[in-house]
Every structure is written in structure tokens, then in C-alpha cells.
């Protein structure tokens, strides 16, 4: 294994550390999948993914299990990475004047046939509010090495 997988192994197990045993390792199994496009060329599907990560079929239901009904939250993910982040790093909050930018985008997942979802937004092409599942990121703005760089923060 490569050392950039090594050291990404090693973040990700750190930023899994406060989730219980048991959840820890099937949510590590999830986010290496991520990182390395498995829900790319399964075209999100949580089983593919795992599957064409190379994972046994055993791990691969622990995983959606831990997906489904583990005890963690999404964030306490994130505020593991961000202290991961900012104890590891040079990453520096970038500031003008003594403010802080910060960039936030909402987009949605289009569903229109989705049966029993509530939740709607509207999409410009077709002049309408259509049934999507919505997702916010806000993202704190820096610099490491001289390039910016965004920290994810909710």
C-alpha cells in the first residue's frame, strides 16, 4: 500500500475514534469506499460500492448496518476531521479586515418518483418545485502551502 493510503487510512481512523467499536471499522470501510470513487462507479448504490472496494460480504453488511442504525452522528465526524485538520496541519483560516469567510451551497438530489418523501425544491429546468433530498455544506475558507483550501465546518 502506498503511503498517501496509509496516511489517509490513518486520518480516517482518527476521525473515527469517539464512534463505538464496531461501528468505527465499518464506518472507515464506508469512507475509504468514498475517497476512492467506489460510489462513482456504482452510481451510489452503498453495496456496489463496498463490493468494488473489495470488501467481504461480511463487512459489507456490518457496513450498511452501521450506515443504517450505528450510534454516531455526522457531526461528530466532522468536528473530529476539523480538529484533525487543524492539529496536523498548517491549514489558517483565511481573514480580511477580521472577518472569517465562510461558503455555504445547498443543492438537492432530484426524486421525483421518490414514494413517501416530503421534502421539495425548486429546479430551475423544469420552472417548478420538484421532490429532492436536500444537502447544505458550509465550509470554512483558508490557506496550507499557499493555496486555499475550504474546512469543512457543518
Excluded at 80 to 95: D, G, M
Excluded at 127 to 154: D, E, S, T, W
Amino acid at each position: 500500500m502506498s503511503t498517501a493510503s496509509e496516511r489517509t487510512i490513518q486520518a480516517l481512523e482518527q476521525v473515527v475514534k469517539d464512534v463505538p467499536v464496531g461501528t468505527d471499522l465499518a464506518l472507515v470501510h464506508l469512507l475509504w469506499a468514498m475517497l476512492s470513487g467506489a460510489f462513482l462507479h456504482s452510481r451510489g448504490a452503498v453495496f456496489g460500492a463496498l463490493q468494488w472496494s473489495g470488501f467481504s460480504p461480511c463487512q459489507i453488511r456490518r457496513s450498511w448496518q452501521a450506515l443504517w442504525q450505528g450510534s454516531w452522528s455526522i457531526e461528530q465526524l466532522i468536528e473530529s476531521w476539523r480538529a484533525y485538520v487543524l492539529s496536523r496541519t498548517a491549514w489558517q483560516a483565511r481573514r480580511y479586515e477580521g472577518y472569517t469567510p465562510q461558503s455555504i451551497d445547498v443543492t438537492a438530489f432530484w426524486r421525483p418518483r421518490l414514494q413517501g418523501w416530503t421534502g421539495k425544491f425548486f429546479y430551475r429546468l423544469a420552472n417548478r418545485a420538484i421532490k429532492g433530498v436536500g444537502l447544505a455544506l458550509i465550509a470554512q475558507v483558508g490557506n496550507l502551502g499557499g493555496q486555499r483550501i475550504p474546512l469543512l465546518k457543518h
